[in-house]
C-alpha cells in the first residue's frame, strides 16, 4: 500500500484546511482502518483521527474533537481530513496510515503503512 498525502500548507489561528490522502497498491476491505497522526517538533506522533474504510466507526482525539473530521472516498480511494478552527498547537507534520484488521487503534505501532507527511503550520 501506498499512501501520499498532501494538502498542507501555512495558514493563521482559525483558518480551515483540508488534507487529503491517496491510496495505491490494493483494494481496502471493510477491516481496514485509515487515520492520520501527527507530530510536533521535539514530540512524539501523536493519534488525530481514524476511520473504519467500511465507514461505520470514526474516532478524533480529545484535542481535535469538535473541530476535525475524518472522511473516505471509496470511489477515488482517499481519506480527508477536514480541519477548522485551526489553533498554533495543530501546528504539525500530519501522516495519513493505514492499518488492517477489525480493531481501531490509536497505537501507532497498530499502523502498517505510513505516507510521507505533509507540513501544517498555524500563526497566531
Known amino acids: 500500500v501506498q499512501l501520499q498525502a498532501s494538502g498542507g500548507g501555512l495558514v493563521q489561528t482559525g483558518d480551515s484546511l483540508r488534507l487529503s490522502c491517496v491510496a495505491s497498491?490494493?483494494?481496502?476491505?471493510?477491516?481496514?482502518?485509515l487515520g492520520w497522526f501527527r507530530q510536533a517538533p521535539g514530540k512524539e506522533r501523536e493519534f488525530v483521527a481514524a476511520?473504519?474504510?467500511?465507514?461505520?466507526?470514526?474516532y478524533q482525539s480529545d484535542s481535535v474533537k469538535g473541530r476535525f473530521t475524518i472522511s473516505r472516498d471509496i470511489a477515488k480511494n482517499t481519506v480527508d481530513l477536514q480541519m477548522n478552527s485551526l489553533k498554533p498547537e495543530d501546528t504539525a507534520v500530519y501522516y495519513c496510515?493505514?492499518?488492517?484488521?477489525?480493531?481501531?487503534?490509536?497505537?501507532?505501532?497498530?499502523?502498517?503503512?505510513w505516507g510521507q507527511g505533509t507540513q501544517v503550520t498555524v500563526s497566531s
Open positions: 496510515t493505514a492499518k488492517s484488521g477489525p480493531r481501531m487503534s490509536t497505537s501507532l505501532d497498530d499502523y502498517n503503512y
Open positions: 497498491g490494493r483494494t481496502f476491505s471493510p477491516y481496514y482502518y
Open positions: 476511520m473504519s474504510w467500511a465507514g461505520g466507526s470514526k
